[in-house]
């Protein structure tokens, strides 16, 4: 049996190339370029059945190292809390001040480009502060 060398992380949402923009400036991940044939995603969008135009956006890590993440349009809005989240490693070997002023920081970036800090997590027995958010459409991740 082979080990699953890649994955992709994909997001169920209703405004896929918006959600997946907001993940692309968290990350400094890209948009791909499109599919073959097409010179823009905007034109092999008009290329698609009405009702399939906007279901889904991707974007990818530049340096290829990690995952591509995928959003696809549902029907249904966010319900409950995430059973998965993704961690934001902001602050990893930092302790202290020095570590909240870090999350701090990321924070407000985050927030200026639409999220929402919901609480600081803090430091406890081995694990150090972090802050709980929500992306765009209520997705709850860390910033770590």
Known sequence: MSSIKQFQVTFDCAEPERVARFWCEVLGY????PP????????????QPPEDQGSWFACVDPSGVGPR?????????KVVKNRLH??????????GEERLATLEAECARLVALGAVRERLLP??????SCLVMQDIEGNEFCLD
Request: net charge negative; aromatic share 12%.
């Open 69 to 77: 993440l995928f959003f696809q349009r549902v029907p249904e809005g």
């Open 36 to 47: 073959e044939g097409f010179a823009t995603w905007d034109d092999f969008g008009r290329s």
């Open 86 to 95: 993704l961690d934001v490693r902001v602050a990893t070997g930092l302790v």
């Open 30 to 33: 890209v948009v791909p370029p």
């Open 123 to 128: 430091a406890h027995d081995d694990n150090e």
